[in-house]
């Protein structure tokens, strides 16, 4: 979990190997995390994700975490 100074802590990834999907482990790290954060007074937290994640979307949702901004990243790749 990170931190970037003004109170935020963040969550950099959450995964859970796909045979274990679908028994509330994720929502289970994720309130861990929240417990963490919070417990040691930061006062908000987020995480990143891609929009097009759907699953990891509808978690995080589920887990009560709100859209706050997106971002478009684009890859060149050279040959």
Same mark, same amino acid.
């Given at each position: 979990? *990170?931190?970037?100074?003004? +109170? ?7 995964? $859970?190997? !796909?045979?274990?999907?679908?028994? *509330?482990?994720?929502? =289970?790290? #994720?309130? $861990?995390? /929240?417990? =963490?954060?919070?417990?040691? +007074?930061?006062? /908000?937290?987020? $995480?990143? /994700?891609? =929009?097009?994640?759907? !699953? ?7 887990? *009560?975490?709100? #859209? ?5 990243? =684009? ?5």
């Amino acid at each position: 979990m *990170g931190n970037n100074n003004n +109170g935020t802590a963040q969550i950099g990834l959450i995964a $859970v190997h !796909p045979q274990a999907q679908g028994k *509330g482990i994720a929502s =289970y790290l #994720i309130q $861990v995390a /929240t417990n =963490y954060a919070f417990d040691r +007074g930061f006062e /908000t937290l987020e $995480v990143a /994700t891609q =929009y097009n994640n759907k !699953p990891a979307m509808k978690l995080y949702q589920k887990s *009560g975490f709100k #859209i706050k901004s997106k971002q478009y990243i =684009y890859h060149i790749w050279n040959k």
